[in-house]
């Protein structure tokens, strides 16, 4: 082909291109959005801009909520009330985007459309007010009859834009009992009837310590579930015209929080907010007080079981934490007390997985035995030192279990890291395990099922830990019927 046609189509080619793109695809962009555009009951209008909005509610409320300097929403009428920000921000964006499908420039009167004279929505954006009056629904095409003004066209709007304008008070309300950050909180003092703790922290990374009614470390799993639990904490319900403190319960609480937060800034003062949980109001519901001093709301009567109302749940009860990663040697230690001697089980982990001599435990047994103790916690506390015929009592001197995992030396001839040593006393029923850590006097309650996961006997281990020979083999055993974890021993401390 002649290079200079070749020239001429490529350069047709390109002009072909260049006017689908810029006509048909980005063009086409363009008009779709300018015929969108026109649609708009207001046309320009942007959410951020509206200021304020007065709404008829659908319970028959007058509402208006204003925006505050901080972007928030408050309710100022029937009432001054937190306003539930995402409720009113899905309203100012349904007023922003409201589109027409059809348009009637010389309307019947509007009464035939169902448009009062009382307009649903009333907002200010800077000096100037808009309103927006809804009517009956189309009796085809799935809209509704909106009208902006008396002397401007009626509309025909989808029915699923102008749903969202449609609110009840109380979907205007905030829910929040108390709005907070937890990270933000360095001080909690929680009391309930007969008890109470007083629990502080340096930062938000600092550890949660326990000030009273014993000082000593704070479980921190406890205390990060109750501040979340406070912080996602909603109403079921408002209390309008409440009764007075003492008749809801609210002098002498079930449960109350007093939280104290860190400063905003270096030089203002910290801040405090309390929640309190008062009495049931109808066996399902209770009164609770939250930030806002003046407001009565009500929870569902079974979120105070959330709440932890135990000196022993604040306490701390960790007997060992690692990454199961790093766990390289299992030891298990077995004393027999009345045969005066005990049974050292070790599990090495290799390429292939764990390995354990003499006895040959099952390597999904040991892993799931590495698990447990990577994040075992206690129960309970049994209490904060016992004396020595106490402790030989409960199994722990000798312990019945002694429990040890070791990480990777650093280097040749370095010793390998202690990650965890967990002693395991005698199972009594009713109560659990007794179990202490190798550097806390502290005794702990640990739960029966542990013995799923950790043999707490030399019996348990062989019953249920060990590995299974492959069946078909030569020299193979009949199968037995395997106990369980065997029945928990009597309580040494309530013996005769």
Known sequence: MNPRTTAILALLVAALGAFVYFYEIRGGEERAEAEAESKRLFPGLEAPSIESVTLRTSDDQTARVERLPDGGWRIREPRDFPADG?????LVSALAQLTSESVFEEPAPLEDYGLGDDPVVRFRVGELERVVRLGD?????????VATAEDVPVYAVPTYRTSALVKRFEELQDK???KFDPSAVRGVEATWRGGGVKLARESEDADWRLVAPVEGDADAETVDDLLSTLSFLRASGFLADPPGDAELGLESPEFQAVLELAAAAEDA???RLAIAVGSSLDGENRA???AEETLRYSIAADRLDDLPRRVGAYRFKELARFDVGDARRVE???????AAQSSLVTAEKGDAGWEASPEPMDPAKVASLVARLARLRAEDVMADGMDAVGIEALGLDPPRVLLRVLGEA????????VLAE???????????????RADRDTLYWLDYDLGEDVPINLEALRNRFLAQPEPGLAGDEPARDLPGLGEPELDPLESP
């Open 86 to 90: 995402p409720a009113v921000e899905g």
């Open 137 to 145: 629904k189309t009796p085809v095409g799935g809209n509704t009859y």
């Open 176 to 178: 929040r009992i108390a």
């Open 269 to 271: 003062e910290p801040r």
């Open 288 to 290: 609770v007080r939250g």
């Open 332 to 338: 298990l230690v077995f004393h027999d007390a009345k």
């Open 410 to 417: 650093s280097g040749e001839g370095a010793e390998a890291p």
């Open 422 to 436: 967990v002693s395991l006393g005698r199972a009594l029923p009713g109560k659990g395990i007794p179990g202490r």
